[in-house]
């Protein structure tokens, strides 16, 4: 089974997503997600102009070989863009090989070692009382998994807290990104009352999560977990910025409150000390951003000796696709803990056909051969690339704070 062309496709239906295809010989298409939301166009170059034409007249079948020759041919290892682009062309290539097979990629993973995949969702409000009517809508839905985020008092933006009930991040597309503010004493005397609230007003019946999202140094974030116990926390996530993984040691010796990180890690190295010596309970290393299904198994295999348990990102800047793919991943290993779940804004519908589905808080690939989601390219071609940026952070005195 040859390749005979690899082309990317680049569209915004509702957002920015950036679409591998992969053709063989024998008549078969498979596809990739290489998003890297407010960068997109830097993959787009490394895969058109050193990615795509190397592939043609390879052999699709030799997944191992595609990916250690992308990887250790470059010289220039890892990073963001090089580990998306690698992974767009995995994901195709197993979705090719399960299609070549006549079998869902998580059977050819070693099969189900689930029934269904438990997605947490998210809640958010402009204040407590939005909130509370956000969980509760989402506990109604049949989630058991929630991740809550409410507006800061006195900041004029929050992260994670969607501005005008919209469901993305972004602001409107432009050249230049929003710069937000951002006071860590004012989030810190605000968490443990949103959460507390929370608790109090829906019990303990369900999964709680909250994102952090890299704002706290290790001592601060020690000092959220310790303040969360009382809450039986499912998971804090990122609570400092990831590059350091010897500040998770200062976290881990004050509280026992679960951490989560790793969404925005892009290979084994970059978690290897936080796995190995148990610094963490979950990893959320995704699909699209860590080398594909090939590499994000490893990292999960690793992760399994030590007690660690996946936790994949999957907000809504990654396509159907790269969902998909972490499903077929989720459903076969044996440590998996959580699966992040936004969904996806219409016309997203009008481009990606899915055959997974959602359900009362749980999610399961279906049985279509490969990864089970099409590419419509007409339909993309109706929904133009906008530029947009995630905005910038910066504390009360100007100084650019994390993101």
């Known amino acids: 089974m040859r390749i005979t062309d690899a082309r ?54 030799r997944i191992e070989d595609i990916w250690q020759y992308l990887y250790k041919g470059a010289y220039w290892r890892r990073g963001p863009v090089t580990m998306t682009a690698i992974a767009a062309v995995d994901v195709a290539l197993w979705d090719l090989k399960g299609k070549a097979a006549d079998m869902p990629v998580y059977q050819l993973l070693g099969g189900a070692a689930r029934d269904g995949v438990m997605v947490y969702t998210h809640a958010s409000g402009e204040d407590l009382a939005a909130l509370h009517r956000d969980v509760q809508e989402n506990l109604d839905l049949g989630y058991r998994a929630v991740r809550v985020q409410a507006s800061i008092p006195g900041l004029a933006s929050t992260y994670g807290v969607p501005s005008a009930g919209d469901a993305v991040y972004e602001p409107a597309s432009g050249n230049r990104p929003q710069e937000d503010r951002w006071d860590t004493a004012a989030y810190l005397d605000f968490a443990a009352e949103m959460i507390s609230s929370v608790r109090e007003e829906f019990g303990y019946g369900f999964h709680l999560l909250h994102d952090v999202h890299h704002r706290l140094s290790p001592i601060e974030a020690a000092h959220l977990g310790k303040a969360l116990e009382p809450y039986r926390m499912f998971w804090i996530e990122d609570p400092t910025p990831a590059e350091d993984q010897s500040a998770f040691r200062t976290i881990r010796q004050h509280t026992t409150t679960p951490l989560a990180v790793g969404e925005v890690f892009n290979s084994i190295w970059d978690c290897q000390h936080l796995i190995t010596e148990r610094l963490i309970d979950y990893i959320r290393t995704s699909v699209s951003h860590a080398g594909g299904i090939t ?19 999957g907000a809504g800047d990654l396509s159907p696709a790269s969902f998909a793919a972490a499903l077929h991943v989720d459903m076969s290993i044996p440590n998996f803990g959580v699966q992040e779940y936004m969904g996806h804004r219409s016309p997203a519908e009008e481009v990606f056909d899915v055959s997974y589905s959602v359900v009362d808080g749980h999610a399961h690939p279906g049985d279509a051969p490969g990864i089970g989601v099409t590419f419509d390219e007409e339909a993309a071609a109706r929904h133009p690339y906008e530029p947009r940026y995630l905005p910038i952070n910066r504390r009360l005195d100007g100084t650019v704070h994390d993101w």
């Open 8 to 61: 990317v496709v680049v569209c915004s239906p509702g957002r920015n997503y950036v679409t591998l295809i992969i053709e063989t010989d024998e008549g078969l298409v498979g596809i990739g997600d290489a998003t890297l939301n407010g960068r997109e166009m830097a993959v787009v170059a490394y895969l058109r102009e050193h990615v795509c034409p190397l592939l043609v007249g390879r052999d699709a079948r």
């Open 295 to 313: 590499h994000l198994r490893r990292i999960f295999a690793l992760a399994d000796l030590y007690g660690v348990r996946s936790g994949s990102h």
